[in-house]
């Protein structure tokens, strides 16, 4: 009933929170915790499952590997701050799962694109519920994929050690040192959930949040189909027959590199691969005359090669890839420069990304009036600024500037 109780509740619970946290960095500088048998990892992940989140990051090496090899796992709750190694000898990572997949327990990320491949890669799933503080960063004023450590400096004051960034995860025994750079990586990154959510739900952007959280759930963004590979290489022009063949390469090439488990490029180059797709050669002496093509007519990709190609030419041509027509107009250039004004307003406004509204692409397709499939003209985005943008175009509202500020005005009764 009285607010000085609760206001003294709040500040107590606040203070609280900082001498754990304060006593969590002192535990972790004076012996950073690895965890390598299964009885202290069954014990820890007991201990996680009674909090409401916990911070996960992940050590990778993927130099010489198509999958990432995973080297170590970061983990923090509000208690306590360790690492798991899964390169030890019999360590069961079954625990670490079930917490990954537990309802209960939010799991946060920073960045978390490659830390997530690798979980679904081992788990045959995704985490789930997950929370990414970069995009939850780019929904409130931090700017477009603001980094950890500038995120860290921002929102605790703390400045992250960079030194180990490069380090060889693999190796072992891991130094003091590695492990105490790893663990900061969730160590401050469990302490900003909290300030993060406060931070979202006092700007009432809760539902953008959602919207943008949950195209990081698909599983489809983490995998690469090999029949789609192809849409990745660049310079790859436009003839359907060339497109055809490179598609046939690409998914050959994938495919391969996921069986060995080694880089894609190491077994052929992209320009390469454009290259055959271009020459379209018949014979090991024709292949020979592809620049970069490992082992030139003796090589052993010689022959799984002059297949590929000879299954992309008996391929129908009603199944051959659609060449993307682009528009022949030009975009009105004055409509561009007034959306680009615009949206520099409304992102300064709200004070959000620019990149998180809408691109430079899409400005321009609003302009010429294709707004079919734009992001901008959907959700949250279309109500600070799709809407605007329409009005522009059709001559409903107009820009004027005062000082510094820009401001919008209504023209229909003019």
Known sequence: MCPKNTVVQAVSAVN??????????????????????????EELCQRLKAHAHVAVDTEFMRETTYYARLCLIQIASAEETVAIDPMA????????????????????????????????????????????????????????????????????????????????????????????????????????????????????????????????????????????????????????????????LAAWRESAAQERNVPKTRLIKDDTMVALALANPSSAKAIDRIRGFPGGASGKLVQPVLKVLSNAASAPKETWPAVEVLSKDKPPQAVVDLLRVLLKHVSDDADVAPRLIASASELESIALGQTDGIKAMTGWRYEIFGKHAEAIRSGQLALSSKGRRIRMHDVRGD
């Open 16 to 41: 609280i929170a900082i001498r754990i946290a304060s006593f969590n960095r002192m535990l972790m500088s004076l012996s950073p915790k690895l965890i390598s048998g299964n009885q202290d990892l």
């Open 89 to 248: 000898d019999g360590l069961d990572l079954s625990p670490l799962f079930a917490l990954m997949r537990d309802p209960g327990v939010i799991k946060v990320f920073h960045a978390g694109r490659q830390d997530l491949e690798i979980f679904l890669n081992l788990m045959g799933d995704l985490p789930t519920p997950i929370y990414d503080t970069q995009i939850a960063a780019m929904v409130c004023g931090f700017g477009d994929q603001v980094g950890y450590d500038k995120l860290v400096k921002g929102m605790l004051g703390h400045t992250i050690d960079k030194a180990s960034r490069f380090t060889d995860w693999a190796q072992r025994p891991l130094s003091e040192k590695q492990l105490r750079y790893a663990l900061d990586d969730v160590l401050y990154l469990e302490e900003i959930f909290p300030l993060m959510v406060s931070r979202i739900q006092k700007a009432k952007r809760e539902t953008w949040l959602a919207e943008e959280m949950a195209a990081t759930t698909e599983p489809e963004l983490y995998r690469t189909e090999p029949e789609e590979a192809w849409m990745r290489i660049k310079n790859k022009g436009t003839k359907p027959a060339v497109l055809n063949r490179l598609k046939y």
